[in-house]
């Protein structure tokens, strides 16, 4: 054996560049590895993200003024941006999740940002959940009452929650996502091939008037989601390691992050492309309700392009909205049980104990209650209940944003991890932009009940 390595030094087989070459290629595996490790929590963000911003207010926001609103898709992706990226670059720098970020700028922001997901746990999962459930009588069977959907839907993820726990969300999630990312892109290639209609873009109707602003700023409340739901990644950050048993560094983190944010901006996009295509123009006004809105859009899409398509579009739809309300039941008892231990310091506060099912079985009840109300109230409260959810997501960005800016420029946040001075600028810009909103909300909504002329603007 000797003799054999002794002859491959002699002629050079064993030589610097030969090994550096192996090193170089090792390194490189593990590198890729590392990457492939870290994809996980950005993909269910995704999953999270793309449902009623997407598949409902995108679409309609499409249907109703046509190409006419890509700008506010743009600019709410982008200003929410920094905000959603500080959460994940917090852990990956600190080891912290969010939450304890939130609980060193005091007690009270522990306790304010667990109000504020209360909140939205209670409308948002009751919002998606009603949604999937009416969304799935109209593919599946309309045999079976709306309140029986809903109870079916949330109790498979609350079984696949159970069963499989953070694994079994992760594996589910990356099968959903990839299979609506696929029928979405399939279903506006078909879209823009048939082409729009000839209809001029001045026949919408006018965006800066009250009603106008209160459409725009539910579309960018769940654009591309709550920004409370940045949370969550987080919170799976924490899960991922321990499942795949490595840490992922910064750029792993940052990468993972970019594939789900980047993606869910893009699909937003389609999705308000397949409105103007689809439904913009054909003199056919879409339903007020998000779900019979989506089953209306469906049919509309099949009449136009042939039964054919009915399987992508039916299956973006409701892979769009299962998705999100299966995330929603395990990101907000994420949330709220994390935030709740933090707040009492009780020990366990990334552990699925016996509180956080407390806590699952308590949102799962709320909605099936929620969901009787509406079907009592002959759903003449969906509508409200939608619009309720996502104007309460944009009114309590500005809160969330500025309480993230704040943690991540605390001192425990090692300086090379800092953000860049770009994200710091566009992180400002968001806080204006999510601010000044908030007020034109206000203002409007006074406006129209006073009869100010700015009321009317346009």
Request: charged fraction near 10%; aromatic fraction near 12%; include cysteine.
């Given at each position: 054996?000797?003799?054999?390595?002794?002859?491959?030094?002699?002629?050079?087989?064993?030589?610097?560049?030969?090994?550096?070459?192996?090193?170089?290629?090792?390194q490189g595996e593990k590198k890729y590895k590392g990457f492939i490790q870290a994809l996980g929590p950005g993909i269910l963000f995704a999953g999270a993200a793309i449902g009623?911003?997407?598949?409902?207010?995108?679409?309609?926001?499409?249907?109703?003024?046509?190409?006419?609103?890509?700008?506010?898709?743009?600019?709410?992706?982008?200003?929410?941006?920094?905000?959603?990226?500080?959460?994940?670059?917090?852990?990956?720098?600190?080891?912290?999740?969010?939450?304890?970020?939130?609980?060193?700028?005091?007690?009270?922001?522990?306790?304010?940002?667990?109000?504020?997901?209360?909140?939205?746990?209670?409308?948002?999962?009751?919002?998606?959940?009603?949604?999937?459930?009416?969304?799935?009588?109209?593919?599946?069977?309309?045999?079976?009452?709306?309140?029986?959907?809903?109870?079916?839907?949330?109790?498979?993820?609350?079984?696949?929650?159970?069963?499989?726990?953070?694994?079994?969300?992760?594996?589910?999630?990356?099968?959903?996502?990839?299979?609506?990312?696929?029928?979405?892109?399939?279903?506006?290639?078909?879209?823009?091939?048939?082409?729009?209609?000839?209809?001029?873009?001045?026949?919408?109707?006018?965006?800066?008037?009250?009603?106008?602003?209160?459409?725009?700023?539910?579309?960018?409340?769940?654009?591309?989601?709550?920004?409370?739901?940045?949370?969550?990644?987080?919170?799976?950050?924490?899960?991922?390691?321990?499942?795949?048993?490595?840490?992922?560094?910064?750029?792993?983190?940052?990468?993972?992050?970019?594939?789900?944010?980047?993606?869910?901006?893009?699909?937003?996009?389609?999705?308000?492309?397949?409105?103007?295509?689809?439904?913009?123009?054909?003199?056919?006004?879409?339903?007020?309700?998000?779900?019979?809105?989506?089953?209306?859009?469906?049919?509309?899409?099949?009449?136009?392009?042939?039964?054919?398509?009915?399987?992508?579009?039916?299956?973006?739809?409701?892979?769009?909205?299962?998705?999100?309300?299966?995330?929603?039941?395990?990101?907000?008892?994420?949330?709220?049980?994390?935030?709740?231990?933090?707040?009492?310091?009780?020990?366990?506060?990334?552990?699925?104990?016996?509180?956080?099912?407390?806590?699952?079985?308590?949102?799962?009840?709320?909605?099936?209650?929620?969901?009787?109300?509406?079907?009592?109230?002959?759903?003449?409260?969906?509508?409200?209940?939608?619009?309720?959810?996502?104007?309460?997501?944009?009114?309590?960005?500005?809160?969330?944003?500025?309480?993230?800016?704040r943690v991540i420029k605390g001192k425990n946040v090692p300086e090379k991890s800092r953000p860049t001075r770009l994200l710091h600028i566009l992180a400002v810009c968001g806080?204006?932009?999510?601010?000044?909103?908030?007020?034109?909300?206000?203002?409007?909504?006074?406006?129209?009940?006073?009869?100010?002329?700015?009321?009317?603007?346009?």
């Amino acid at each position: 054996m000797t003799t054999l390595i002794a002859l491959k030094n002699s002629v050079g087989l064993c030589d610097k560049p030969f090994m550096k070459g192996t090193i170089v290629t090792e390194q490189g595996e593990k590198k890729y590895k590392g990457f492939i490790q870290a994809l996980g929590p950005g993909i269910l963000f995704a999953g999270a993200a793309i449902g009623g911003s997407h598949i409902v207010q995108s679409t309609k926001a499409g249907a109703i003024y046509g190409f006419g609103l890509v700008w506010a898709v743009i600019l709410s992706n982008l200003f929410k941006y920094p905000f959603f990226e500080f959460m994940r670059r917090y852990t990956a720098s600190t080891g912290e999740t969010i939450l304890d970020g939130y609980k060193r700028q005091g007690r009270w922001a522990i306790w304010l940002f667990m109000l504020i997901s209360m909140v939205s746990a209670v409308l948002n999962i009751a919002a998606v959940t009603v949604v999937t459930g009416f969304l799935a009588g109209n593919l599946f069977s309309s045999s079976i009452p709306l309140l029986w959907w809903c109870v079916i839907i949330g109790g498979v993820c609350v079984a696949l929650l159970a069963i499989g726990h953070y694994p079994a969300l992760d594996s589910v999630m990356k099968v959903i996502v990839t299979v609506l990312a696929v029928s979405t892109i399939v279903a506006f290639i078909a879209a823009v091939r048939h082409g729009s209609s000839d209809i001029a873009i001045t026949s919408s109707p006018k965006i800066w008037n009250a009603t106008g602003i209160v459409f725009l700023l539910a579309l960018m409340g769940w654009m591309p989601a709550p920004i409370d739901v940045g949370a969550w990644p987080s919170l799976w950050a924490v899960e991922r390691n321990k499942q795949t048993g490595h840490l992922a560094s910064m750029r792993e983190t940052l990468f993972d992050f970019n594939v789900g944010y980047i993606g869910a901006a893009i699909l937003a996009l389609a999705f308000l492309g397949l409105g103007a295509l689809v439904m913009f123009g054909t003199g056919e006004s879409p339903a007020e309700s998000g779900a019979k809105f989506i089953s209306q859009f469906i049919e509309l899409y099949t009449d136009t392009l042939g039964n054919w398509s009915r399987y992508f579009i039916a299956s973006a739809a409701f892979t769009c909205m299962f998705s999100t309300t299966l995330t929603c039941f395990d990101g907000y008892t994420r949330t709220v049980h994390g935030t709740l231990c933090l707040a009492t310091n009780r020990k366990n506060a990334l552990r699925e104990d016996f509180l956080y099912w407390v806590i699952m079985a308590v949102f799962f009840v709320t909605t099936i209650v929620i969901v009787q109300g509406i079907i009592s109230l002959k759903s003449t409260v969906l509508t409200p209940l939608v619009t309720t959810a996502m104007l309460t997501a944009f009114l309590t960005a500005p809160i969330v944003a500025w309480m993230t800016y704040r943690v991540i420029k605390g001192k425990n946040v090692p300086e090379k991890s800092r953000p860049t001075r770009l994200l710091h600028i566009l992180a400002v810009c968001g806080l204006i932009f999510l601010f000044g909103f908030t007020l034109l909300f206000i203002y409007s909504q006074l406006a129209e009940a006073f009869g100010w002329p700015i009321g009317r603007i346009g």
